[in-house]
Structures are given as structure tokens and as C-alpha cells.
């Protein structure tokens, strides 16, 4: 089965600095990655996604996440943090082999990102 | 254009009460996903609905029940509520149910408690 882990739960980064957030996954074949980003109260919003090609992805808000195969990993990053970066950050896999089983999303536990001035 | 509507935002419920909760995916979408998120936890997959076929449906008891209409707006159903219920249910939807390459959009949750 499938499953992703976001090893930090909490990182506090001082504005103007970079950040990175870490994801591994564990899935059979090439994955389906996505990085989706919660702010308190609302739904998650898609930052970014990695279907094949080039690993090294841009997504919306200066966001970046490179793919590394050899380390089943999906790390995101930001070269310089805003305030309104502070939010909660979701890992997600999708399943790419079964078309008939849909898109079904597994989430890591999420990275809590505080911001300080 | 609108994104994915859920209502209502907030819900108070009992324990033993049955909840439903509803979902207008984005102009076009056919496909509706929903997701459960405790708090402090990632989201967890109940069901994926694509043409009005349940597609995908994740490891939650027969309380929960989902429906997609013709218009592929959707409803989910919870029975003889728990406490551990408590819960935001997200929705979320996509062009299409063919495979992971379909980027999910979510609306802002229903944020249910039980009492």
C-alpha cells in the first residue's frame, strides 16, 4: 500500500530565509506527487505536482519540489519565506497504475510552518 | 468561475444523530472525492464518485454513505454519529476519474462536532 511521511511536524523559519520541507512516499512504480498547502480554517490549495519528466517542478508562491527516485523522496522548497507562507503544508500520492480506481489521494501528516518576523 | 462549494461550513450534531453534508464540484469536473481531516492529521479518503459510480472507497465504516447527482454535485452521509467523527470533511473535485493525473481542487470543508 502506499503511504507518505512529512518527518517534521513543526519548523519555524525566520522571514526572508529559505525553507525546505521534507516528504518520502512508498509506492511500487512512479508515483503521482502533489504538495497541497492549508491555511487555518480554509481547504487545501495544489501548490505544485510531479507526474514524469523533469524532476525539478515550479509551482505557485515561489514554491519548488524537486523528485529524487534513489531516495523516494518529494522535498519542497522556497528561497525566501513570507509571512504569509505560515501555514500548514500536505505531502500527497496518487496511485498512477489502476485508471479504474480514480485519483484517491494518501496525505502525510502535514508540516506546520510558523514565520517569524 | 466558482471553485468547490461545500455546505453547510459548520455543523453541531449529537451522537446517534445522522449528518448530511453537500458538494458543487467546479464547472466541468465530473468527478467528487471525499476526505476526512482529524485534527492535526492529514486528510483521510472516504469515496471517490466519477458519473454518478462510486469509484474508490476508503477503509471507513457502512455509516458513511456518499451519492453523486446528474448535475455531479454530491452528498455524504454519516449515520448513528460517534464522537470521533468530529472531523473537517473535505471535498474535492477533478476533470475526471481515469487516474491520478487529475489534479484534485478542495473546497474550504464542513468543520462537523459532535456532542
Known amino acids: 500500500a502506499q503511504s507518505v511521511t512529512q518527518p517534521d511536524i513543526h519548523i519555524t523559519v525566520s522571514e526572508g530565509a529559505s525553507l525546505e520541507l521534507r516528504c518520502n512516499y512508498s509506492?511500487?512504480?512512479?508515483?503521482?506527487l502533489f504538495w497541497y498547502v492549508q491555511s487555518p480554517g480554509q481547504g487545501l490549495q495544489l501548490l505544485l505536482k510531479?507526474?514524469?519528466?523533469?524532476?525539478l517542478v515550479q509551482g505557485i508562491k515561489g514554491f519548488e519540489a524537486e523528485f529524487k527516485r534513489s531516495q523516494s523522496s518529494f522535498n519542497l522548497r522556497k528561497p525566501s519565506v513570507h509571512w504569509s507562507d505560515a501555514a500548514e503544508y500536505f505531502c500527497?500520492?496518487?496511485?498512477?497504475?489502476?485508471?479504474?480506481?480514480?485519483?484517491?489521494?494518501?496525505f502525510g501528516g502535514g508540516t506546520r510552518v510558523l514565520v517569524k518576523p | 468561475d466558482a471553485g468547490v462549494t461545500q455546505s453547510p461550513t459548520h455543523l453541531i450534531k449529537t451522537r446517534g444523530q445522522q449528518v448530511t453534508l453537500r458538494c458543487s464540484p467546479i464547472?466541468?469536473?465530473?468527478?467528487v472525492s471525499w476526505y476526512q481531516q482529524v485534527l492535526g492529521q492529514g486528510p483521510q479518503f472516504i469515496f471517490q464518485?466519477?458519473?454518478?459510480?462510486?469509484?474508490g472507497r476508503g477503509n471507513f465504516p457502512d455509516r458513511f454513505s456518499a451519492r453523486q447527482f446528474p448535475n455531479y454535485s454530491s452528498e455524504l452521509n454519516v449515520n448513528a454519529l460517534l464522537l470521533g467523527d468530529s472531523a473537517l470533511y473535505l471535498c474535492?473535485?477533478?476533470?475526471?476519474?481515469?487516474?491520478?493525473?487529475?489534479?484534485?481542487?478542495f473546497g474550504d470543508g464542513t468543520r462537523l462536532s459532535i456532542l
Open positions: 510531479y507526474f514524469s519528466g523533469d524532476t
Open positions: 464547472s466541468g469536473h465530473k468527478s
Open positions: 474535492a473535485s477533478s476533470l475526471g476519474g481515469t487516474g491520478g493525473d487529475q489534479p484534485q481542487h
Open positions: 464518485y466519477y458519473e454518478k459510480e462510486e469509484r
Open positions: 500527497a500520492v496518487a496511485q498512477t497504475w489502476i485508471k479504474a480506481a480514480g485519483n484517491k489521494l494518501t
Open positions: 509506492y511500487g512504480a512512479t508515483p503521482y
